[in-house]
């Protein structure tokens, strides 16, 4: 299987799949099923509160996947999101469940006029993308002057990893501070994202019962078995702490 095979089970097919589940089971699954590798809503509550999100901003996420993060926050901080997103299926997916503006775009190459945003996220794509320079200089690009830039980047610990999922490519802490300085961002904040609360429990409950629902269709799948194996590498990942989760809160300079 190619990386753009298996990155297209897990994150176009599994986006269709999980529209169609959520309106079986109804719309209070759609935000905890739709933040698709984003962190736990604490987390992303922190992020928008450092961007400083206000209702009526322009909102940039960039790799939106199903949509939930930025619909949590159009709900909960009253921002306008757009979305961009290379694939198909996952931005029908997000209009679908949550009808907010989509654009079918990688993040290499956005079709914005430069400065157009008042906030710009783009959470758990950087490790995805292989140009992570052109993807941080687009970002940078499409910000607007008094823009900040939030990130959550999932960072190797380690020298080696012992496997990782087809199609990414995980940074070092160091290799990531690099990068932002020759990209023109400068980090204001950074958390990590094990520090924070775990999602409450009819969340966590809500996204179950959606891969329940997907597996139970879809499980006899070879895009769903791939998709799966996919996801259970990052998690044993994430789980031997040899990557985490960070949160960055970036000012363009220069
Ligand atoms: C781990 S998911 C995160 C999705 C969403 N940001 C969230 O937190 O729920 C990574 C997303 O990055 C997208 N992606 C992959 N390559 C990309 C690229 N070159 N530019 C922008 N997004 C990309 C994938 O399609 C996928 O939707």
Known sequence: MTDAEAMADE????AAWTADAVAELGQSHAIPAACRGSGSPAALEWLAGELRLRPGMRLLDCGAGVGGPAELAAQRF????VLAEPMIHACRASARLFGRPVVVAGGERLPFRSGVFEAVWSLGVLCTVADQAALLAELRRVAGPAALVGLLVFLRTVPRLPEQPEGNHFLTADELDGLLAKSGLAVLKHAELAGFAAPEPDWQAA???????IERVHGSDHRWQSAQHQEKI??????EQL????????????
Request: no cysteine; aromatic share 4%.
């Open 234 to 239: 990052i998690g044993q990942l994430i789980s």
């Open 243 to 254: 990557v985490a989760g960070r949160l960055l809160v970036l000012e363009p300079v220069g």
């Open 78 to 81: 009253g921002v306008a999101p």
């Open 11 to 14: 994150f176009d097919t599994m």
């Open 207 to 213: 996204a179950d019962r959606v891969e329940a629902r």
